[in-house]
């Protein structure tokens, strides 16, 4: 088995529900991407696209990956894939092409994601026979359950807030943790990109005006975000300020073989090390990652103590903690350029946001170790470990 190597990363600025990129199709925010990888890596002829994407139901064309790469120039015998598996469609799409790297299936593949969440579009039950006399509802696919089975338990398909409530109660983490860790969440995002951090990660979107994530609010503190009202529940813990917003981006990140080296002409930063999936009861999604890092880390043959740096996509506030708290490591090196809450959580592109972010805070804070975790809808989640190489 050879190794993969993470080359290169980039994504677009993140925008917020009917913000800045609403007016970007899907397809095209994923071609930009795309675009920029072959713009920084000239003659870029992958072996394959795969892309992440959690809709697929409009513009995103069930098969955004192939449309997108044809958008973006690449020759029309690339073939390209797209895969779902919800909030981690992304870091699933850089997993799948890790593996086929690493088997000797591929050279060089472009992994990443894409989502409009602004753009999603709502959709009709097919009727049974033509014109039914009764009335139909249009359900958004914006985000969550939608045509739920009715044979699915009742607790499986609570709203992801109400999950998360749970979780806070069994969990007993309260609502100050997480306005704290959410104000710290925008003042690390604001402090990042002040510092230049992602001035070669995030590329402009062509016809729009934004250059930076719109959902940064680097005044946020636990006193103002302690002024806000529950979403969920009258009484309850989680809010619009520790929760992470509904947003528009893209993500790519050029993965590649140690022969790769010649191919593409420059150095990976970082190694592909451990990969971990897991699953558990679908309302407690958010404490997913757990298990799926402890798994990334054995298979890479480390433990927590080594691990310098985390970038866990901040769903929510309450189960960003749980997983901290599980893992029971220091959180000032969790997302240390900020998180999700600040920056945005456009499904299908934020694994490769989090996979990309961890291996350039590997290479600035001088890190060898390093752990990207999301949690997933429906009781899922991923986790890579990577390994410094730059």
């Known amino acids: 088995m050879s190794s993969s190597f993470v080359y290169d990363a980039v994504r677009t600025p993140f925008g917020r529900f009917g913000g800045g990129l609403a007016d970007v199709r899907p397809d095209d925010l994923a071609a930009t991407a795309l675009s920029a990888l072959t713009t920084r890596t000239p003659g870029l002829v992958p072996d394959e696209i795969v892309l992440g994407n959690a809709n697929g139901a409009g513009e995103d064309n069930r098969n955004v990956a192939r449309m997108a790469l044809l958008l973006a120039g690449y020759p029309v015998t690339v073939p390209g894939s797209t895969v779902n ?27 990443g994601g894409v989502e409009s969440m602004t753009r999603a579009p709502w959709v009709l039950p097919k009727p049974d026979r033509a014109f039914p006399a009764r009335d139909v509802t249009a359900v958004s696919t914006t985000l969550g359950w939608r045509l739920v089975n009715p044979r699915m338990p009742a607790e499986w398909t609570v709203s992801l807030g109400e999950a998360n409530e749970q979780l806070a109660g069994e969990l007993d983490i309260p609502r100050d943790r997480q306005d704290e860790f959410a104000a710290r969440s925008h003042q690390r995002a604001h402090a990042a990109w002040e510092a230049g951090f992602y001035d070669d990660l995030v590329i402009p979107v062509p016809g729009t005006d934004l250059v930076r994530d719109e959902g940064i609010r680097a005044e946020s503190t636990p006193a103002t975000l302690a002024g806000l009202k529950p979403s969920f529940r009258p009484d309850g ?25 010649d191919l593409l002409g420059r150095d990976p930063v970082a ?39 985390v970038e866990l996509n901040e769903a929510f506030a309450v189960q960003s903690l749980a997983c901290v708290d599980a893992w029971g490591i220091d959180p000032e090196i969790v997302n240390t350029r900020g998180g999700a809450i600040a920056i945005g959580h456009p499904l299908g592109a934020s694994g490769g946001r989090i996979l990309g972010t961890l291996a350039k805070v590997l290479r600035e804070d001088g890190h060898r170790w390093g752990v990207a975790a999301i949690c997933i809808g429906v009781g899922q989640g991923l986790a890579v470990v990577l390994e410094n190489t730059a």
């Open 237 to 261: 813990t989680i809010t619009a300020g520790n929760a992470s917003p509904l947003n528009d981006g893209a993500s790519a990140v050029l993965l590649g073989s140690p022969e790769a080296v």
């Open 85 to 111: 598996r919800l909030c981690g469609s992304s870091l699933d799409a850089a997993m799948v092409a890790s593996r086929a790297i690493e088997c000797g299936d591929a050279s060089v593949v472009v992994a």
């Open 271 to 309: 190694r592909i090390a451990g990969r971990g999936a897991s699953a558990l009861e679908p309302q407690r999604f958010g404490y997913a990652p757990v298990e799926a890092a402890n798994l990334a880390l054995k298979r890479a043959g480390i433990g927590w103590a080594d691990v310098g740096a």
